[in-house]
């Protein structure tokens, strides 16, 4: 049986390691990490944005419309619910820029396990 095959593997492939890329970038926005450094955000987005861009380059065509899509999306929904409509609110009481492409990397990462 080759291990490549089994579901197991495929979802710590890709779900797995999008939890585990989830995780390790929001601690660099967490009260935590500001005891360590006042710019864990701006870490933060640049690691976000350049993820994105990656995945992006390495994406067919159809692919890179919908995370376009998926970051239009993000960006109008946070911005409405968060600051237009005050449904949640996030650390600094703004909505951090790495969270639009999150939501993109988000999307690329249950597009690639389905």
Known sequence: MNLKNTLTFQFFKTIGL????MAVFLFLDSKFFLEYSL?????AIIVFITTLLILYYRANKRTREHIIYAV?????????????????????NNVPHYV????????????YFV
């Open 39 to 43: 710019h864990g955000q701006e870490f």
């Open 100 to 111: 639009p492409p999150g939501h993109a990397i988000m999307y690329l990462g249950v597009n």
């Open 18 to 21: 999008l939890v585990l890329f």
């Open 72 to 92: 239009l999306i993000g960006i109008i929904g946070e911005y409405l619910f968060c600051l237009g409509f005050g449904m949640y609110s996030y650390r600094l």
